[in-house]
């Protein structure tokens, strides 16, 4: 297969999908977990990867991938599955229109998503239809070669026989080459209706019937591929012939007649085991619901082509949580090591050294993501980017990231000794750690922060809330009374991205903002009484200061009972985008008759730490093991108002009902082009902006720390930034590159001033900078009249683009943006034109998007 020489054209409809795919914050998030990287860096790449498919073969693709997947943890696999369908449909409409230019991007989007959760198969074979009706029989071949590996076959019929019906007429003309028209009609045949298989097959019984021997063993290997070869005559003799031969076809050939004669054996053992399940069961011994199970399980053990990869306890734990599952997606089964996860995510506390940590993607280093302000490492001085390259004796290069995490933690009180590099030593020192590089750490009891808070301009308090864990209402309550005492006059709740906790904690959230004796949430359950959760404290903020609650298609739980009773009792105004809506509550229940080990609670927090000694191992394994837990959802919550917030979806997974919080100002975030993120995350890679801001950090602190508080969207703000512009081999703008260099700056004050920023930053976020105006219109005055917000505020439109931008001979913006998106993919790897005329020809359209 030739690579194609024509690059990529990214559309409009492309430009604005590739940007919805890589909704993605550029620094750190504050919130993370402290165990996992931010997912933002996998959406980045999975842009550039969609840009670059154009020039890939098919197994490029597939390879690109399968290391795409890999890179999604859990906690982002569905949003990272939703945003691959969304490009999946904005590709879709280019291809329909004969843009078959993208048609490797599409294979990559679509290979990808086989590979997430729940693909929804419609749409992937919709997508690849056009590919295969392209004429390009590279791009044919690659399709179908696609097509043939998936379960596609388990989509609709109409999906089905329409690719299946392209498909065919491929494979039936006479014009292609004949690997080619034979990869054409297996793959049909695997996703084709009974009309459509017959026809496949007709194609491959011609090949095996042609006096072209090639033409002949391409016919009789691609039945078998089918498992088509007792039942066709001349299919095993042609393989007998092939295997007689050396080199490839031969040894494939022999593999296929040895496959036939595994399959015989198995039938046999499966008679027989039928035979056996059949005198137990007539017997009675095994005729019961839960002998139906046990005869399942014997089935996959013996007949499954991974049976013998699977232990019978994995079988029952899948069993266990498919029967959950089938209730309702919020209820499942959780094993005993990912109930000890679950717990740990739940209390936000553990004993260890206090730092969000991770693999540094672009060295494979230990790093610290950032500290966690009020914990050791942070006292110890240690900050972010440092690189853990030694614990002890065992250097951490090249282990898992896990592993690491378990040696950093124990009992608060011990010491952990660690060696420290930091970019700008001696690379030789990662692998031979010398004594001046050691820090003795003590390990304390760490709580992972849920609340950033920050003063902003005009009065105006923004409290960042990430999550309901135990210490939630309490640390909220600390940052909403510190801000009180530095003069704060309205107050705003920020819980986007807040996926919710405790339903207690919602209840003692609501506690802080609402007078004592009203509602927070109610709750309904078949087997359960009703229960109402009520404020018992009363609110520590005046009844009439302005207040703003920020909410967004991930807030979920706990955040939509807050802001749900907070809207239904008008204490505050809801500004974002409709929640996610999630309206059910769950009990964890530990399965009966199972036991966790027994522990001494040395700290008396009534749950299990790693230092604590085992008093009881049940299964002696050493290690404390909890017993299995069950998530059942038990009953369904309601706002003060009686409404319910549940998203209903149908058996076909259709939504039914669109739930969540409908907010009172419906904002759109705002985004950058496609093509913009792209250079700024080529730019974050060549560190060149961490590096002028780390050198120049010392002497510039108490400007730095102003700029990141607000910088008035102003490069000369910044001592040497025309010098640092006129060095970099970009073509962004000025402001972009501006942008990025405040990430920089905010990432060092923040390690400087021990605390973290919200992540909302009101230069940059639509929304916060919405709930600015109310605020301020509440107070009788206008975002204009304060210096800091007149010059940063930008006017956005309904899809969150800033607006604004004029140009002449009646060009549009977003054509000169897509001429700029061009731009920057000819300037990449394959240098189609020169990086001076580049620069000119971007110089000369920005000066246009000016006039």
């Not at 993370?32 to 997912?39: C, N, V």
């Not at 039942?231 to 050396?246: I, K, M, N």
């Not at 059949?278 to 049976?307: F, K, P, T």
Request: proline fraction near 4%; hydrophobic fraction near 40%.
């Amino acid at each position: 297969m030739q690579h194609r020489s024509t690059p990529l054209k990214p559309t409009l409809a492309l430009t604005a999908t590739l940007w919805a795919l890589s909704c993605v914050y550029l620094a750190t998030p504050s919130g993370a977990s402290p165990l996992q990287d931010s997912p933002a860096d996998l959406e980045a790449i999975l842009m550039e990867r969609v840009e670059a498919a154009s020039q890939m073969e098919a197994e490029e693709l597939w390879s690109a991938a399968q290391n795409l997947s890999s890179l999604v943890g859990d906690e982002i696999g569905a949003p990272f599955d939703a945003a691959v369908e969304r490009s999946l449909r904005a590709l879709k409409a280019d291809l329909d229109a004969g843009e078959t230019t993208l048609g490797r991007g599409a294979l990559l989007l679509v290979a990808t998503r086989f590979l997430g959760d729940d693909p929804d198969l419609e749409l992937c074979a919709n997508t690849l239809l056009p590919l295969v009706r392209s004429r390009n029989p590279d791009l044919i071949a690659a399709t179908a070669e696609l097509v043939e590996g998936s379960d596609l076959n388990l989509a609709e019929s109409d999906a089905r026989e329409s690719l299946a019906r392209a498909l065919i007429t491929a494979a039936q003309n006479a014009n292609y080459a004949p690997s080619l028209r034979v990869t054409c009609a297996t793959a049909a045949h695997g996703v084709g209706l009974g009309k459509q298989i017959p026809k496949a097959r007709a194609v491959l019984y011609d090949f095996l019937g042609s006096a072209d021997a090639q033409l002949k063993a391409e016919g009789a290997l691609a039945l078998a591929h089918l498992g088509i070869v007792e039942d066709v005559p001349g299919v095993t003799g042609e393989l007998e012939r092939l295997a007689a031969l050396p080199g490839d076809r031969g040894r494939l050939a022999a593999a296929y007649l040895k496959q036939v004669q595994i399959r015989r054996h198995k039938e046999t053992e499966l008679r027989r085991a039928r035979d056996v399940a059949s005198d137990l069961a007539s017997g009675g011994s095994v005729g019961s619901d839960l002998g139906r199970i046990e005869r399942l399980i014997q089935l996959v053990q013996e007949a499954h082509i991974d049976g013998t990869e699977v232990t019978r306890a994995e079988l029952i734990e899948a069993a266990a949580d498919g029967l959950l599952r089938s209730m309702d997606r919020h209820s499942s089964y959780f094993s005993p090591e990912a109930f000890k996860k679950f717990e740990l995510d739940l209390e936000a506390e553990y004993g260890g050294i206090g730092a969000y940590v991770g693999l540094d993607r672009d060295d494979g280093l230990f790093t610290i993501t950032r500290p966690i302000y009020s914990g050791p490492a942070y006292k110890a001085g240690l900050y972010t980017d440092d690189k853990i390259v030694r614990l002890g004796d065992w250097p951490t290069v090249g282990e898992p990231v896990n592993d690491v995490i378990k040696r950093l933690k124990g009992k608060p009180g011990t010491s952990v000794k660690l060696y420290i590099w930091r970019r700008g030593m001696d690379a030789g020192l990662i692998e031979r750690p010398t004594e001046d590089m050691a820090v003795v750490i003590e390990r304390a009891q760490i709580t992972v922060p849920p609340v950033h808070a920050q003063m902003l301009p005009g009065g105006i308090g923004l409290v960042e809330l990430t999550t309901f864990s135990r210490v939630a209402s309490q640390e909220l309550a600390s940052a909403i009374k510190e801000l009180k005492a530095d003069g704060m006059r309205g107050l705003i709740l920020d819980l986007r991205g807040n996926t919710g906790g405790l339903l207690t904690e919602a209840r003692n959230v609501g506690d802080l903002f609402l007078d004592k004796g009203k509602v927070v949430v109610s709750t309904k359950s078949r087997v359960y009484r009703p229960r109402t959760f009520s404020t018992v404290r009363g609110a520590i903020i005046p009844d009439d200061m302005p207040m703003v609650t920020l909410i967004n298609r991930f807030s979920a739980s706990a955040s939509e009972i807050v802001s749900g009773a907070l809207q239904d009792h008008g204490r505050s105004k809801l500004i974002g985008q409709r929640s996610f809506g999630k309206g059910s509550v769950q009990n964890l229940i530990r399965l009966p008759g199972e036991a966790d080990d027994e522990f001494a609670d040395e700290n008396g927090n009534r749950r299990h730490d790693e230092w604590e000694t085992i008093t009881k191992d049940y299964d002696g394994d050493g290690e404390f093991d909890y017993a299995p837990r069950i998530k059942l959802t038990i009953e369904q919550y309601l706002l003060p108002t009686g409404r319910s917030i549940h998203r209903k979806v149908d058996e076909e997974g259709n939504i039914t009902s669109a739930g969540g919080v409908e907010p009172d100002e419906t904002v759109a975030p705002m985004r950058r082009e496609s093509w913009r993120l792209v250079e700024m995350r080529k730019l974050q890679d060549t560190r060149k902006l961490r590096d002028w801001a780390r050198d120049r950090f010392a002497e510039n602190q108490e400007a730095f720390s102003k700029l990141a508080l607000c910088d008035m969207d102003d490069t000369a703000a910044y001592s040497g930034f025309d010098e640092l512009y006129a060095g970099l081999d970009t073509i962004l703008s000025e402001n972009d590159v501006r942008f990025l260099l405040r990430i920089e700056v905010r990432r060092l004050v923040q390690d400087a001033q021990g605390h973290a920023f919200p992540l909302g930053d009101f230069q940059e976020d639509s929304q916060l900078q919405a709930a600015v105006h109310s605020i301020l219109a509440d107070l009788g005055e206008t975002a204009d009249s304060l210096v800091a917000y007149g010059r940063t505020f930008d006017e956005i439109g309904d899809d969150g683009l800033v607006l604004g931008l004029s140009s002449p001979m009646n060009l549009r913006s977003e054509d000169l943006d897509q001429a700029l998106a061009l731009i920057a993919e000819a300037g990449g790897a394959d240098e189609l034109i020169t990086r001076q005329k580049l620069r000119e020809l971007t110089d000369l359209i920005r000066s246009m998007k000016k006039n």
